[in-house]
C-alpha cells in the first residue's frame, strides 16, 4: 500500500462506504499519531473477532497504531488467534501455512526492497508462541541468523490458545493446561537469549500495560529493522480463556506477571544505537562528546 492508494479516486467519494470515507479522512495514514491521541482517530483496526478481554488483542491494537508508517506496513502472520484481529486492520497481511511467517517475511522483505529501493516498506510478523518458538522456531532462527531486515514480534500468552490449551515451549515449567493435564515438564524457552546469539540487533519484552512503552519498543524495532538487522519484541499476551483470568483482571494479571518474571527488559546493539540517533535523532543514544583527558 501506499499514501496514493488511501485517498479517494476524483468524484467517487461520496459513493464510498462511511468506514472507508472515515478512514480516508480520520485515519492515521501519513500523520503521526500517537497512542495518546487513541479515541481521537480512526483506528486501522477498531473490530476482531477475538475473546472479550484478550491482552492479545490489546497489544495487536498498540502495535498497529505504533507503526511508524502504516500506509507502507505489510504484516506476516501464520495460524493462531492474533490472525483473527490482524487480518481485520486495514492494512495488507500476509497469511501462509502454520510456522511458515518469517520465511514468507524474509521473502517479502526482500522483494519489497528490489521493488521500492530506498522507500521503506515495513514488513512485520506477529505471531503466537506456538508459531514463533515451536512450529516456526527453524524459520524464525534462520531468518535471524541471515540478518533478514524485518521485526517479529511474539504475541506470548504462553499457550495454543486457538486449539484449547496445548503447552507450548514457551508455557512456564508445571503450568496444567486442558490438554497438559499433568503440568509442563520443561523450562520455558529463553527466546530472547536466542534472539541475542542470532544478532538480533534490538530486542525486548513488554506487557500490554504500559501504552507508551509498547508504542517506543515498536517503533524502535520497526525503524531499526529498515537499515540495521533482524527486530524481536516477546509480548506477555495472556490468554484469559485458558488460564482462566476473569476479564476484569486480565490488566492487574499482566501487571504482577511483569513484576515477577516478564519484566521489561530492551537491548540496542551499538550500530542500531547510532543508526537511531543519527537516522531519527534519538537524544538518548546520541554520543556523547569524551572529555579530553589532560595531563598533570
Ligand atoms: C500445519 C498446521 N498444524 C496445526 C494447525 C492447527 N493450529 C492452528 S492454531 C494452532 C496453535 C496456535 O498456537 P499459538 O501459535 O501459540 O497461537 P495462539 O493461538 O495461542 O495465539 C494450531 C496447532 C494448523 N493450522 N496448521
Ligand atoms: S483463546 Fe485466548 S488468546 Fe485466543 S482470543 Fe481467546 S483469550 Fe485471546
Not at 41 to 63: D, S, W
Not at 251 to 259: N, R, Y
Amino acid at each position: 500500500m501506499s499514501l496514493d492508494y488511501v485517498k479517494f479516486s476524483p468524484g467517487f467519494e461520496s459513493f464510498m462506504p462511511k468506514e472507508y470515507r472515515d478512514m480516508v479522512e480520520h485515519g492515521p495514514f501519513g500523520k503521526k499519531t500517537t497512542v495518546s491521541q487513541m479515541g481521537s482517530f480512526k483506528e486501522i483496526l477498531e473490530e476482531h473477532p477475538m475473546c472479550a478481554g484478550c491482552a492479545m488483542t490489546l497489544f495487536i491494537r498498540l502495535a498497529i497504531v505504533a507503526f511508524p508508517n502504516p500506509e507502507d506496513t505489510i504484516t506476516v502472520g501464520t495460524a493462531g488467534c492474533g490472525r483473527l484481529a490482524i487480518s481485520q486492520a486495514a492494512i495488507p497481511f500476509v497469511y501462509g501455512n502454520y510456522g511458515d511467517q518469517n520465511g514468507v517475511a524474509s521473502g517479502l522483505s526482500r522483494g519489497l526492497r528490489i521493488r521500492f529501493g530506498d522507500k521503506p516498506k515495513d514488513v512485520v510478523v506477529m505471531a503466537g508462541d506456538g508459531g514463533t518458538a515451536d512450529i516456526g522456531f527453524q524459520q524464525v532462527l534462520h531468518s535471524w541468523f541471515r540478518k533478514e531486515r524485518f521485526t517479529t514480534i511474539m504475541l506470548d500468552n504462553e499457550v495454543y490458545g486457538n486449539t484449547g490449551g496445548q503447552e507450548s515451549g514457551m508455557t512456564t515449567r508445571g503450568a496444567v493446561l486442558k490438554m497438559a493435564p499433568l503440568g509442563k515438564k520443561f523450562e520455558k524457552m529463553d527466546m530472547v537469549a536466542m534472539a541475542k546469539i542470532a544478532g538480533c540487533a534490538y530486542i525486548a519484552t513488554v506487557v500490554p500495560n504500559n501504552p507508551r512503552r509498547v508504542e517506543s519498543c515498536i517503533k524502535k524495532a520497526v525503524l531499526i529493522a529498515r537499515e540495521v538487522g533482524p527486530t524481536y519484541i516477546q509480548a506477555y499476551t495472556s490468554c484469559n480463556i485458558e488460564y482462566a483470568i476473569p476479564t476484569d483482571q486480565v490488566m492487574a494479571d499482566a501487571k504482577t506477571v511483569e513484576d515477577d518474571r516478564y519484566k521489561f527488559a530492551e537491548y540496542v546493539s551499538e550500530d542500531a544505537k547510532a543508526y537511531l540517533a543519527e537516522r531519527y535523532g534519538y537524544k538518548e543514544f546520541i554520543q556523547k562528546p569524551v572529555a579530553a583527558v589532560t595531563k598533570a
